[in-house]
């Protein structure tokens, strides 16, 4: 990856962010008190070191160094009220944000033996909230079966009842001997048809719907990093 293109956070983070900001609290403190930055940064290279794949320590160091961001912020934060007498505007911080955020994720990169590895895993990562293009191709060619099976004519039960034995599925996809990669394939496969039940019955774009599903799988999938990892490489 290019250190010269911004890094953003991928989807999967600004999620991970916000449905566990009070846990993340919780485990490394506020981002106001001073030292904080210190205490992050040490922890962010002891939590990585005990990682197993470059996809685990890819998500780490963009989920705990965007909370290392928020103490930065804050920080500029306080400067403009002593400095200028004044608050930054929400369009500051935010661009303020987003510059730091590729700043600090390639600074901690550098810290790491195989940081540019990392780097690359982190760009990898938006892929994780998008249908393959191959999946995309092999739904065209099977659509008439899987709206039998959405519909309930394949199973009965109709659409929630099928989103709730498609979730069953995934869990019964990880418990598999199957490859990993045949599971990642699987998997994308499956959450595309219950984006298709929330596309319909909570009438939001198609892609948002994946990638929504593709987050809320993520509990499920975390301790699967292999799956994960073939996730964001399927083409």
């Known amino acids: 990856m290019s250190e010269t293109a911004q890094l953003l956070p991928p989807p999967l983070v600004h999620a991970l962010r916000a449905r566990s900001y009070m846990r993340l609290f919780r485990m490394v403190g506020n981002p106001r008190n001073r030292g904080f930055g210190r ?3 040490q922890r962010i290279r002891d939590v990585v070191a005990r990682e197993r794949t470059l996809v685990e320590k890819a998500i780490t160091v963009a989920y705990l160094g965007s909370y290392l961001v928020d103490h930065i912020i804050y920080a500029e934060i306080q400067a403009c009220r002593i400095l200028e007498n004044r608050d930054l505007s929400e369009e500051e911080e935010h661009r303020l944000w987003e510059k730091n955020y ?3 994720i390639v600074r901690l990169a550098h810290e790491l033996p195989d940081g540019a590895a990392v780097l690359d895993k982190i760009a990898a ?6 249908l393959p293009p191959s999946l995309h191709t092999l739904r065209g060619q099977h659509w008439s079966l899987i709206a039998r099976v959405l519909s309930g004519q394949a199973g009965g039960g109709g659409y929630l009842h099928n989103d709730l034995r498609l979730m069953e599925r995934v ?3 990880l418990a598999s001997a199957r490859p990993a990669r045949r599971k ?3 998997i994308c496969l499956t959450a595309s048809m219950i984006a298709d039940i929330l596309c319909w019955s909570e009438h939001v774009p198609w892609s948002e719907a994946y990638q929504e599903v593709m987050i809320d799988l993520y509990p499920r999938l975390f301790r699967h990093a292999e799956v994960i990892e073939e996730i964001i490489q399927l083409k």
């Open 184 to 186: 990642a394939r699987d």
């Open 125 to 130: 990562l938006e892929n994780y909230g998008r």
């Open 102 to 104: 590729g700043d600090v």
């Open 39 to 41: 205490y992050l940064r």
């Open 171 to 173: 869990d019964f996809l």
